[in-house]
């Protein structure tokens, strides 16, 4: 299954000010993008007939995913989920969530724009009266149908976000790289990629992007966290390098067009003197 990459345009040293700043304008922003994406469009008397699902996927504590009564492995129901011709998706989600439900979620995240699914619900399923069971639409096509390239598909929670900008964030939290996308959404620029970049590694480019590596503290780790970052020095010393650099591939034309594509995301950062930080998931 292939990865997919985004670049953020943004100055590192602004991403490091904010983190343990207690600024509440940019933990507000970060609240309203998540809440745009979040928001059901359709009136309050259609909400039981919106919030029903055709389709219902159970992931469990343990990682488990259950499609159709039957327990299926990531590979396979991404697979299955590509398949499906239209409709609405459940994910229903057994609490608390932890590392198992976000691997399991950036998977399916990746592939679901490639199906003919309309929208994308998540619930936790539990009887501890202090957890909120209601469905909650966490993606949908016309929402990722955007002039930026598409918005980031699912949210986190404001607990997360406000530890991330108080500095008091919570250890091998895996929603702290979400929330830290987030922090660089807000603080920059998503650059353009047209979804042609995929993993950075098999565009055969030294660049750093491809260390993983956090500017900041996330609490977790960041050897396989998809994440690297270059200063506005480094940005504009690849920039260089590469425009030295024949971008040609006829071995692969995807390639070669992500190779253009990457030189064309840091040519505009270097130009806006900002540095980039990179997910890859």
């Known amino acids: 299954m292939g990865k997919s990459t985004t670049l953020y345009a943004v100055s590192v040293d602004e991403v490091k000010a904010a983190v343990g700043s207690n600024d509440d304008a940019i933990l507000n ?8 994406f979040l928001a059901d469009d359709d009136d309050d008397d259609e909400e039981s007939e919106d919030m029903s699902a055709e389709h219902s996927i159970f992931i469990s504590e ?13 590979d396979q129901i991404c697979a299955e989920i590509i398949r499906i011709p239209s409709g609405t998706v459940e994910f ?25 699914l309309e929208r994308v619900l998540t619930r936790f399923e539990t009887d501890d009266p202090s957890v909120d069971t209601s469905p909650n639409v966490t993606w949908t096509r016309a929402e990722g149908a955007t002039d930026s390239g ?4 699912f949210g986190v929670s404001p607990e997360i976000m406000s530890a991330l900008v108080s500095g008091s964030v919570i250890q091998d939290e895996a929603e702290n790289i979400r929330a830290f996308e987030i922090l660089c959404y807000v603080l920059g620029m998503k650059l353009p990629d047209d979804d042609h970049l995929g993993d950075l590694s098999s565009l055969e480019m030294e660049t750093q992007l491809l260390e993983e590596r956090f500017p900041v503290d996330l609490k977790v780790d960041a050897s396989d966290s998809g994440v690297g970052y270059l200063t506005s020095e480094e940005v504009l010393a690849e920039a260089l390098k590469f425009s030295k650099m024949d971008l040609s591939y006829p071995d692969c ?29």
């Not at 229903?92 to 003919?116: C, K, L, Q």
């Open 29 to 36: 922003r970060m609240c309203e993008f998540v809440a745009s």
């Open 150 to 153: 598409g918005s980031l598909k």
């Open 62 to 74: 343990t990682g488990k995913i259950t499609y159709q009564e039957t327990k299926r492995t990531l």
């Open 92 to 116: 229903v989600i057994s609490p608390p969530w932890n590392e198992n439900h976000d691997v399991a979620i950036r998977a399916m995240n990746e592939v679901i724009p490639r199906s003919g």
């Open 253 to 281: 034309e995807d390639i070669q067009e992500a190779r253009s594509t990457l030189m064309k995301c840091l040519k505009q950062a270097a130009i806006e003197g900002s540095g980039v930080i990179s997910f890859t998931q």
